[in-house]
């Protein structure tokens, strides 16, 4: 499904994959996936379908026969493999609307407090500090920027920027100018200060030119509709 025709240019992780989204974009752009980690088995076996290759599918990684497949907050960030950029959409639920709303129904924690979902974004901040990739990619929900009167969004973006020393910029994104759904995600996007690998000297990505590559996305036009997104051969038991 996804392309691999191209040569490589660059390698990349994919974290919390679910179906395989960010692998699909960015091996559409030459890159290679080197390590993908899902804790859903239901998404596990959907990504295994798209992408069954040998010592990328999860039951491939030797560390991963030894835990719970998909488990990142059980894998040493170490034995993560090196690579250029970083995709992760870490779970959602502990900041979404509707999330917090149930969690508060039931008296429950979240945000960062929510102990399972909560504090994987700092598996991902380990991950980063371990190998430096020269990018990431990080998605949520858009209520990620408001949640506790954006105080959560404040640590992440303190933590990217102050801690692990990246340039940072972000943009809230509707996908209904791609596909026929109204559905805002906030995109967070990194380079590390100063970018260049085999340089001395290196080169810097700006927080401005970041923010200019996330304005630049524009949907196509005209936008994509229902019908042209529909499968014509159903079987019949749908």
Request: one cysteine or more; a neutral charge; glycine letters at 8%.
């Amino acid at each position: 499904m996804a392309a691999r025709s191209r040569k490589k240019s660059f390698r990349f992780i994919d974290l919390f994959a679910g179906i395989g989204g960010f692998r699909i974009a960015l091996e559409g752009v030459g890159g290679e996936c080197v390590f993908t980690s899902e804790y859903d088995r239901f998404a596990q076996k959907t990504y295994a379908a798209f992408f069954d290759e040998p010592g990328h599918r999860l039951d491939d990684q030797p560390i991963m026969r030894q835990m719970k497949p998909g488990d990142i907050t059980a894998f040493p960030p170490a034995e993560v493999p090196d690579h250029d950029i970083l995709a992760g959409g870490f779970p959602c639920q502990p900041f979404s609307l509707a999330g917090v709303s149930k969690k508060q129904s039931m008296g429950k924690p979240h945000g960062f407090d929510d102990p399972t979902q909560g504090t994987l974004f700092f598996n991902i901040k380990e991950i980063i500090a371990a190998k430096q990739p020269v990018a990431f990619i990080l998605e949520n929900v858009k209520n990620l920027k408001s949640h506790d009167g954006g105080k959560t969004f404040a640590v992440i973006e303190d933590t990217l920027r102050n801690i692990l020393k990246y340039n940072v910029a972000s943009r809230v994104i509707d996908a209904n100018g791609w596909v026929p759904q109204h559905r805002e995600r906030i995109f967070i996007v990194g380079f590390r200060r100063p970018v260049g690998v085999h340089s001395e000297q290196g080169w810097e990505v700006t927080e401005e030119e970041i923010g200019r590559m996330l304005l630049a996305l524009k949907p196509p036009v005209p936008p994509v509709v229902l019908p042209e997104i529909l499968e014509s051969q159903v079987p019949d038991r749908y």
